[in-house]
């Protein structure tokens, strides 16, 4: 079974950065963030195999967030900067076994509570 704690969310103006962190118990393969606005289907944000450096963006995102991860320390990361008004949501970490990033919410098996995000124009 595999635990997953978030943190780091906040309120932010426009342009502003913040840092996402989640703290993993248990084995894990690949790791991704995603992010749900009431009304709105959960979507991914980012995800990485935590073996190795491969990593999915959305588009939306590209350029403006990393995610990473620190093994040692079972902590995965997602650095957010130019933040807009529209990357306002809850952000949720995930994990799975597969062996491949994914940007589908579907394909990860355990989730943590989830941090808010809020960017004020």
């Known amino acids: 079974q595999v635990q997953l704690v978030e943190s780091g969310g906040g309120s932010v103006q426009a342009g502003g950065s913040l840092r996402l962190s989640c703290v993993a118990s248990?084995?894990?393969?690949?790791m991704g963030w995603f992010r749900q606005v009431p009304g709105k289907e959960r979507e991914g944000v980012a995800s990485?195999?935590?073996?190795?450096?491969?990593?999915y963006y959305a588009d939306s995102v590209k350029g403006r967030f990393t995610i990473s991860k620190d093994n040692a320390k079972s902590t995965l990361y997602l650095q957010m900067n130019s933040l807009k008004p529209e990357d306002t949501a809850m952000y949720y970490c995930?994990?799975?076994?597969?062996?491949?990033?994914?940007?589908?919410?579907?394909?990860?098996?355990?989730w943590g509570q989830g941090t808010q995000v809020t960017v004020s124009s």
């Open positions: 995930a994990a799975t076994t597969l062996r491949t990033p994914s940007l589908w919410p579907a394909d990860f098996d355990y």
């Open positions: 990485t195999y935590t073996i190795g450096s491969l990593t």
């Open positions: 248990g084995y894990t393969r690949t």
